[in-house]
C-alpha cells in the first residue's frame, strides 16, 4: 500500500492507494472516531462490495446503509435529500461518519451531504471507479447538479481519508475505465511529460488491468492533482488548469443529456478539441497534437463531438463556472505537459473549433 | 456608526451598527467588487426596503431582485431551490455578490445558498429585525429546516459585511422586538452580568424603541456573540453555551409547528426553563431566578410552555443537534453571567422541569 499526503492547512488527509484495502479493518479505524457510520452507495454498486463492507465494521459500528438510484440524472436536491431523511430517520447527529461508496456521483453527493449535514460531519471516500480515484478523491469538490447546469450547488469540503482499491476496478465495465483514463491521461497533459509519455508506452497493459499499472496510474494521477489542489485549494488560480477539456467536455455532457455521455468521454472530446485550438493557435506542434489524439484514440475515448450546434455550445459555455464576468477562458496546451487558463486566444479560430465534425 | 469587527483566521469581517446605513453606498462599495448583485428578501420586507437599496446600488451595480414568502415554514430545500433558479436564469456565475434582506430566516437561506452556489459566493447581510441583528449576523452559521428537526441543514460560512442598520426596526411589529430581546438578554445571562443589569434598568426606554438604547443592546450582544465565536468558529467547545435556551425552545418550536411560536418566544420560555433547573439544582440562587423571569417578563416574552407531553419533549431534544451520542447536554446558569454545558444534572429535576405548566 502506498500513502499520498494531501497537506491542506487543518484539513489534510491521506489517500491509501493498495490492493484489498477494503478489507484491512483498521484503516478504517484510524479514522473513524464516531459510533454510527452511514454508508452512501448506489444500486449497482451495493449488491457488490455493500455486504463486504459491512461485515467488516458491523463488529464495532452501528451502520445506516443508504443505496440511492445509480447515475448521473440522480446527482439532484432530490436524491440529497433522500440522504437527509435517511440521517435523521435514524437519529444521526453531527457524531455520524459517511462513508461515500461508488464513483464521481456518490462521492461528489456524499460529500455534499457530510458538508452540509448540521453544519458538517466526518466523511471517508471509498471510490469504485479509476475515474473517482484518480479524480474526486483529490481536492474537496462536493456538489450536486442543477437542471441549468453541472456541479452548479456545491462546497468544498476534505474528507478524513480517501481508500483507492485497485481490486474495486475488477468489477468495472470497460468503458468506465476508459472514461477513468481521460482525467489520467490529462495530468500528463497539463504538468507532467514523462507521465505522459510512460503512459504512451504502457496504454496496452493499462487496458487490460494490469494491477501494478494501474497502482501506477491512480498514485501518479493523484499525486499530480494534490500538487495543485495544495497550491490553490479554493480554485481561485493554477488549479483552473485542472479543468483541461472541461469547459468543451460540460457543454458536451450538457447538450446530450447528463449520462448520455460519460463524463470521462465528454472529457476525452474536449481534450481533443481544446489541443486542436492550441495547434491552431501556433502553441502546439501538429506532431504533438497526433501525440495526443492517438493515446485517447488506445485508450478508447471518442475524439469526436456530438452533433451541437455553435450558437448551443457557446450558450452552454457562458454559464459556466470557469467563466470571469462574461469572457469565456479556456484551458488550453502550450505544448505536451504544460497547459494555461486564457481568455488570449483568436475569436475565430474557437468559433472554428466549435464547427469542426471530426479532429 | 461603530464598527464591531469580528477576527475570524482569514474570514474576518466587520459589523456597521447605526442609523441611516443603508443609504451609505460607500459602506456597500467597500465590499461588493462584482458587477451582478442579488438582493434576496422577501415579500413583508421587499415593499419596505427592496426599491430604496435597489436605487442606491443600480447605478453601478446589475441588480437581481429574488422575493421568498415570508416565513420559517419557507426556510426549506424547495425555497432554496427558488434562489438557485433566479440566479441561474438570470445567468449569474462565480462573480455574483448576494445581499441578504430581511430577517433570520431570509438571513439564514441566503447565507447557505452563498455557501453552495457554485461552492460558494461572496455575501452581505442587512438583518432587519432585532433578532437578526444580535444573532445571526454573528457567527457564520447558515441552513435551512427539515421536516424531522430545525436547522439540520447548514455550513458555517462568513459574510463580507454585516449592516446593522437601527432605521430599519421602526417597522419591525412588537412582538417582533420583543423576540429579539430574548437573545439580548441571552448574553447578558450567559457572560456579562453588568449587561444584564444594564437592561433590567433600562427595559423601558428599549421597548420604546430610543435609537441609542437599541444601538447599545445590539452593540453589546454583537461584541459578546463575537467574543464567543472568535475562540470556537465551529463550535466544538465554549460556544454551545450560545444555546442557552435553545434545546428547550427547539423544541417547543418544532411540538408547536415552526412559525407559531417566534424563536425568540420559544427562546425566552426555554432560557427560564433552564434557570428553574438551575434553581432545583442549587447553581442559582431563587432571587437572581426571579429577577430572569422579571426581565423576560418586562420584555413582553411568554414565561410558560405550551402543552407537551414529557415524552414528547424528549423526544425532540434528544434530535437536537447539541447531544453527544445518547446523552442530553443542557446549558445551564451558575449564576446571572455564567452559563455551563453539562450533563451533570439530576435527571428527575430535569423530568420535572419538563412536567411544570408554570413558572
Known amino acids: 500500500m502506498k ?11 491521506p489517500i491509501y492507494v493498495g490492493e484489498g484495502l477494503i478489507e484491512n479493518y483498521d484503516l478504517f479505524k484510524k479514522h473513524i472516531s464516531n459510533k454510527k457510520v452511514a454508508i452512501i452507495t448506489n444500486d449497482k454498486v451495493a449488491p457488490l462490495y455493500l455486504q463486504k463492507i459491512t461485515n467488516i465494521l458491523s463488529t464495532e459500528k452501528d451502520i445506516i446503509p443508504i443505496i440511492l438510484p445509480d447515475g448521473e440524472v440522480f446527482k439532484n436536491l432530490e436524491t440529497l435529500n433522500l440522504i437527509y431523511d435517511a440521517l435523521l430517520t435514524n437519529k444521526a447527529n453531527r457524531q455520524v461518519t459517511l462513508i461515500a461508496l461508488g464513483g464521481g ?8 451531504a457530510a458538508a452540509t449535514f448540521m453544519r458538517g460531519v466526518d466523511f471517508i471516500q471509498i471510490p469504485t471507479t479509476l475515474l473517482s480515484q484518480v ?27 480517501v481508500i483507492a482499491d485497485i481490486s474495486l476496478l475488477k468489477t ?23 507521465f505522459f509519455e510512460w503512459l504512451e508506452n504502457n496504454i496496452e497493459g493499462i487496458m487490460k488491468r494490469d494491477p501494478q499499472l494501474l497502482i501506477q ?9 494534490a500538487d495543485i489542489v495544495e497550491a490553490d485549494e479554493f480554485e481561485s488560480g493554477i488549479r483552473a488548469i485542472l479543468n ?4 468543451f467536455g460540460h457543454a458536451i455532457e450538457t447538450a446530450t443529456g447528463y449520462g448520455k455521455w460519460l463524463h470521462g468521454e465528454a472529457i476525452a472530446t474536449g481534450m481533443v478539441m ?9 502553441w502546439l506542434s501538429k506532431e504533438d497534437n497526433q501525440r495526443i489524439k492517438s493515446l485517447i484514440t488506445h485508450a478508447n ?29 479556456l484551458v488550453l496546451q502550450q505544448g505536451i505537459g504544460k497547459a494555461i487558463l486564457t481568455s488570449d486566444y483568436n475569436i475565430e479560430k474557437f468559433h472554428n473549433t466549435l464547427l469542426q465534425k471530426t479532429f
Open 3 to 13: 500513502t499520498i499526503n494531501i497537506n491542506l492547512e487543518k484539513r489534510g488527509y
Open 105 to 112: 456521483v456518490i462521492g461528489d453527493i456524499t460529500g455534499f
Open 135 to 161: 479524480d474526486s478523491s483529490v481536492g474537496g469538490k462536493t456538489g450536486i447538479n442543477h437542471q441549468l447546469g453541472k456541479n452548479m450547488i456545491g462546497a468544498f469540503y476534505q474528507p478524513k481519508c
Open 172 to 194: 468495472l465495465p470497460d468503458k468506465e475505465l476508459s472514461a477513468g483514463l481521460a482525467e489520467v491521461i490529462k495530468y500528463g497533459l497539463i504538468r507532467d511529460a514523462s
Open 217 to 225: 496510474s491512480v498514485i501518479r494521477s493523484c499525486q499530480n492533482k
Open 244 to 247: 483541461l477539456g472541461h469547459t
Open 274 to 282: 481544446a489541443a486542436y485550438l492550441s495547434e491552431q493557435m501556433g
Open 301 to 329: 475515448l471518442p475524439i469526436k463531438p456530438p452533433e451541437i450546434s455553435k450558437q448551443k455550445f457557446l450558450d452552454l459555455m457562458q454559464l459556466d463556472k470557469k467563466t470571469k464576468e462574461d469572457q469565456i477562458n
